[in-house]
């Protein structure tokens, strides 16, 4: 029982096979080459049986290959479970072997302790020696002897409690703790002498001067020690803390002078305003000396994100403050910068800012380009369109910054609407260094296609990305300027622009691609009205369609905005190179004809007409362009009709036929398709197009005559009565010809009947 899909492409092999035949058989002349024709299909029907007996015997050869391997995966595995049965039954005889080595563990164990204990009994020997001389060191001022000690004692115990912790030995580590308890001791005996002296600082410096020395170098000792003070390069945060420790000793001063302080002082003192003031200034003056000390990239944003939170509810838009700084007295702007400072630490962040986006834009597209080269297509998202990782690294800082509760709201509106600004710029500018890269891959690969075996699939993955560039990224600054209708008013034009500029990419991509489509096309075209293309054998329309349905399976992974336009271009070029060949307008000689004798002029001229309704039939059926476009692929057969055509005296009437369906047709153009039957003289093909065209005058003369009659008759308006009369008596004088009386009557009438009613109608413009 066949199943129902071979019974299906059979009855479609049939069908295609009838119309195939009523094509070839439409004439009753053509039945004289069936012996020829019937060879074709012969030759046709043994190469393909050729290669379908070639496919299969790859199919059985791969088969065959893949048999074998799996007869040796299986040999392979077979052995491997055989060594792991061996393995597991020689591993069943260790099961007791941990517990017969516990005891042996354990003897190691207090070995290594033993061993521990050995090396370090000459340092545990000098420890209560050394704490004594710590001691006494301490009780006779010798600070700096003292200080020795201790830092040998703690040396030696954190050596020996790092060996303990080792081992895991917590019964150990308690011990040792209790041996060095004096240690602690010491240490605090230490401090409270440096407190001594730091409490009496002004008269010991006098009397105790060595000691007050004494006590800074230990000090100094311990903070390089410890690492106490601040690393400005790896310490990312220490301004976000300074600024919070400034925020909240100031708040908790404020609360007290605006809740206490009113208790006891007068009111007409204005305790509280007198507060804000110093605190106000002492923070401005604090601010700039930061600035003038130089910040990072990182500082930058801390500082303007703090000064940014200064008049929020956080700080001195407290409630209960409700602080109205202009009725302050300040030496520092409600800012606490001077404008132009506060605007030069702005310009200076999304200066920087820029710079680092350009950077990354430079060095992602640096990195997409690599990609270009792969032999691996690139990937597709869910709309089954190619495209490249550029698109998310241009957003992906953008994103980073741009958004509700992002870094730009947290600096302000200042800084947020310049950075938006330059940012839209930037992005703008990136377009040239893209479509830069992209020419230059266009160059690389005309020199050596070779080289990037998925050209086409990359250039039309940096179309889509072009795309989603400017419809993501105008995304992101519409929803941040949604509420700011200045800002949007600003940008609008700017983002208009981008797009433009990005949409022009992906022009740039589709001339690549359409390039490289002809450059294949081409090739196929070069044998027509050649003596190659007139033979039976030649396939040239197959190849056509063949090669532009391989490139369409590329080009439907292009957006469909781009693939829409980019079949109708591809067919329309194609047409236009077939009408040229046809016409003699891309050669260097004046006309390309092959001098056909009789038989094979109307070969070609069958071969012409066939290959038109054959491409015609290919762009309805199987690519989606437009109804006008498969209608002028017509034209084709048209021009085709003029070499079946044996008789001179019947070729006017192919000539009006293509006028008919093509009035745009010029007298060139008929010239040159007369001229590609090569039986023609060059007076009789031109005396035959010249009459043509003359015909062609009088009919639209005629048909103008008539509508002006029209227009003058039927018209309200003098003026346009006027126009008429003087286009008609243009033509009466340049056809030497008479209007109809009827219409001499009628305009005579009018001209009465207006000049009565009106009170008089002036005639001197050249009517009367």
């Known amino acids: 029982m066949k199943s129902s899909q071979l019974l299906s492409l059979e009855e479609h092999a049939k069908r295609n096979a009838e119309k195939r035949i009523a094509d070839t058989f439409q004439r009753a002349d053509q039945l004289e080459n069936i012996d020829l024709i019937r060879t074709r299909f012969l030759n046709q029907k043994t190469a393909t049986e050729a290669q379908l007996k070639m496919a299969v015997h790859g199919q059985l050869d791969g088969i065959q290959n893949g048999l074998e391997r799996l007869e040796s995966a299986l040999a392979i595995s077979k052995s491997c479970r055989k060594r792991s049965g061996e393995i597991e039954a020689s591993l069943k005889g260790l099961s ?12 190691s164990t207090k070995h290594r302790q033993l061993a521990a204990a050995m090396e370090n009994m000459s340092y545990l020997v000098k420890v209560p020696e050394c704490m004594e001389q710590a001691r006494n060191s301490i009780e006779t001022e010798n600070l700096l002897e003292a200080h020795k000690r201790i830092q040998e004692l703690e040396g030696i115990r954190d050596e020996i409690m790092s060996d303990v912790f080792k081992q895991n030995s917590s019964a150990d580590l308690d011990t040792l703790r ?6 602690d001791d010491i240490n605090r005996a230490m401090l ?9 600082l002004t008269s010991a410096v006098i009397t105790q001067n060595v000691l007050c020395v004494n006590c800074v170098r230990i000090i100094d000792r311990e903070e390089r020690v410890q ?8 310490e990312k945060n220490r301004l976000v803390r300074h600024n919070e420790a400034i925020r909240q000793h100031a708040l908790t001063d404020l609360r007290i002078a605006k809740n206490i302080f009113p208790t006891v002082f007068p009111a007409d003192y204005h305790v509280f305003d007198r507060f804000v003031e110093i605190y106000h200034d002492a923070i401005g003056a604090h601010l700039e000396t930061l600035i003038n000390n130089g910040l ?9 994100g703090w000064i940014n939170a200064y008049h929020t509810e956080e700080f001195m838009k407290h409630p209960l403050f409700n602080v109205d700084f202009s009725l302050l007295k300040t030496r520092y702007p409600p800012n606490l910068l001077p404008d132009e400072k506060l605007m030069s630490l702005r310009q200076e962040y999304v200066k920087k800012t820029i710079l680092r986006l350009r950077n990354w834009l430079v060095k992602s597209l640096n990195v997409d380009v690599e990609d270009w080269k792969r032999a691996t297509k690139p990937e597709v998202n869910d709309a089954s369109n190619y495209y490249t990782p550029l698109s ?15 870094l730009l709201h947290f600096l302000g509106n200042a800084v947020r609407e310049n950075f938006l600004v330059q940012c839209v710029q930037e992005i703008s500018a990136f377009s040239a260094d893209y479509i830069s890269e992209i020419r230059k891959y266009r160059n690389a690969y005309l020199q050596n296609r070779a080289s990037f075996p998925f050209y086409c699939e990359y250039i039309l993955a940096n179309a889509n990305n072009s795309l989603s560039i400017a419809e993501s990224f105008s995304a992101v600054i519409n929803r941040e300027v949604e509420r700011d209708a200045q800002l949007k008013g600003r940008l609008l034009p700017q983002l208009n622009r981008l797009k433009t500029e990005y949409e022009s990419v992906a022009s740039q991509c589709m001339m690549c691609v359409e390039e490289t489509i002809f450059l294949d096309l081409n090739k196929v075209l070069a044998a027509v009205l050649t003596r190659e293309w007139l033979s039976p054998a030649d396939l040239t329309p197959q190849c056509l369609t063949g090669t532009l349905l391989d490139y369409n399976e590329t080009l439907i992974h292009a957006n469909e905005k781009y693939y829409k336009t980019l079949l109708p271009r591809i067919a329309t070029r194609l047409l236009v190179i077939l009408l040229r060949f046809h016409v003699g307008c891309i050669l260097p000689s004046p006309l390309r004809t092959l001098h056909f004798s009789d038989f094979e002029r109307r070969t070609a001229g ?3 007409v066939n290959t038109s309704k054959f491409l015609v039939s290919f762009f309805e059926e199987q690519l989606p362009v437009s109804k006008e476009i498969c209608e002028a692929y017509k034209a084709i057969g048209l021009i085709g009709q003029f070499l079946i055509t044996d008789d001179h005296s019947m070729l006017s009437l192919d000539v009006m036929n293509l006028q008919r369906s093509f009035p745009d047709v010029r007298t060139e153009q008929l010239y040159a398709i007369l001229m590609l039957r090569g039986d023609m003289k060059t007076n009789e093909a031109k005396e035959v197009t010249h009459s043509l065209s003359q015909g062609s005058v009088l009919e639209a003369k005629q048909s103008l005559k008539e509508k002006l009659e029209g227009i003058i008759v039927e018209a309200e308006d003098l003026a346009l009565i006027r126009f008429g009369i003087r286009m008609l008596l243009l033509l009466i004088r340049l056809d030497d010809t008479t209007p109809a009386p009827s219409v001499l009557w009628h305009l005579h009438a009018r001209f009465f009947h ?12 050249g009517v009367g």
Do not use: M, Y
Not at 229 to 234: I, K
Not at 392 to 406: A, D, F, H, R, T
Not at 754 to 765: D, E, I, P, Q
């Open 96 to 107: 007791g072997l941990s517990e017969s080595l516990a005891q042996l563990r354990v003897l």
């Open 392 to 406: 998310v690294l241009v957003l992906s800082p953008i994103n980073e910054l741009v958004g509700e509760g992002k």
């Open 178 to 183: 209790t041996f060095f308890k004096g240690l």
């Open 192 to 200: 409270d002498k440096i407190k001594r002296v730091g409490a009496t």
């Open 606 to 608: 069958e071969k012409i």
């Open 227 to 234: 690492g106490c003070s601040v690393d400005r390069e790896n």
């Open 296 to 304: 990072n990239d990182t500082e930058i944003v801390q500082l303007l």
């Open 754 to 765: 207006r000049h009565w009613w009106s009170g008089g109608v002036s005639t001197g413009n």
